[in-house]
């Protein structure tokens, strides 16, 4: 299984609402990305965790709360939200985050609408 | 600081003809430098990368690149496009100084493959 999968595809919530998103694979890959990317813009790193452990917080707000309950799985959940925060949520996985070598496999992408 | 640079929002060729999509890359020591691909609503698909060795790379879909030191360019090439092809292209550079997996990614250019 060379698979990102991410649920929902498509978010629409208030102001006061809390969401979760969810990323999974089954790779084996240890290292696990959390990106925002508006439209036709490169993807912007929040979150990187390696081994389960949350190694690269891009000072993103705490209205963005990221969990990595196992090697498999990656949440990001979501409360009080700005509609600026509408964008396109990927997740990406590689087989660790320190070799240089190693390519990043990106989900589809949770399609996030704030309002 | 390391970046990279798309220089061209958007390219246009017709059917069957080749495609180079330009790229070029500023770093402090060896560049690691990888293509993506991302298709309308989708997640960024990984074409290729460079890390060492042969100065031309052969990744996914045909598509090839030319790593070029002394230009720090690593434009891509496809020898007769598709109009499949039309997509936007992201080149990524592997920020190294932070040892966490973390890619720096242009700003991206949008193919348009012309029947």
């Given at each position: 299984?060379?698979?990102?999968?991410?649920?929902?595809?498509?978010?629409?919530?208030?102001?006061?609402?809390?969401?979760?998103?969810?990323?999974?694979?089954?790779?084996?890959?240890?290292a696990?990305?959390?990106?925002?990317?508006?439209?036709?813009?490169?993807?912007?790193?929040?979150?990187?965790?390696?081994?389960?452990?949350?190694?690269?917080?891009?000072?993103?707000?705490?209205?963005?709360?990221?969990?990595?309950?196992?090697?498999?799985?990656?949440?990001?959940?979501?409360?009080?939200?700005?509609?600026?925060?509408?964008?396109?949520?990927?997740?990406?996985?590689s087989q660790d985050s320190g070799p240089v070598y190693n390519e990043q496999f990106?989900?589809?992408?949770?399609?996030?609408?704030?309002? | 600081?390391?970046?990279?640079?798309?220089?061209?929002?958007?390219?246009?060729?017709?059917?069957?003809?080749?495609?180079?999509?330009?790229?070029?890359?500023?770093?402090?020591?060896n560049p690691y430098l990888f293509?993506?691909?991302?298709?309308?609503?989708?997640?960024?698909?990984f074409?290729l990368k460079y890390i060492t060795g042969?100065?031309?790379v052969?990744?996914?879909?045909?598509?090839?690149?030319?790593?070029?030191?002394?230009?720090?360019?690593?434009?891509?090439?496809?020898?007769?496009?598709?109009?499949?092809?039309?997509?936007?292209?992201?080149?990524a550079v592997r920020d190294i100084?932070?040892n966490?997996g973390?890619l720096?990614?242009?700003?991206?250019?949008?193919?348009?493959?012309?029947?």
């Amino acid at each position: 299984d060379t698979e990102v999968t991410q649920t929902p595809k498509h978010l629409v919530m208030g102001m006061t609402n809390k969401k979760s998103l969810k990323c999974e694979q089954h790779m084996g890959h240890r290292a696990m990305y959390w990106y925002k990317q508006k439209a036709k813009k490169p993807p912007e790193l929040m979150f990187v965790y390696s081994y389960e452990k949350l190694s690269i917080n891009e000072s993103v707000p705490s209205r963005f709360s990221p969990e990595c309950p196992n090697s498999s799985l990656l949440n990001l959940h979501l409360h009080a939200l700005q509609p600026e925060d509408s964008a396109l949520y990927l997740c990406a996985s590689s087989q660790d985050s320190g070799p240089v070598y190693n390519e990043q496999f990106f989900g589809p992408g949770t399609r996030l609408t704030v309002l | 600081a390391q970046s990279v640079a798309q220089p061209e929002d958007q390219v246009n060729v017709a059917e069957g003809n080749p495609l180079t999509v330009k790229c070029t890359y500023s770093v402090s020591g060896n560049p690691y430098l990888f293509w993506y691909v991302q298709y309308p609503n989708r997640g960024l698909q990984f074409l290729l990368k460079y890390i060492t060795g042969d100065n031309l790379v052969k990744g996914s879909y045909g598509f090839e690149a030319e790593f070029n030191k002394s230009q720090t360019s690593f434009h891509l090439k496809k020898p007769s496009a598709l109009v499949s092809d039309s997509a936007l292209y992201f080149c990524a550079v592997r920020d190294i100084a932070s040892n966490t997996g973390k890619l720096i990614f242009g700003q991206g250019t949008t193919l348009q493959v012309k029947p």
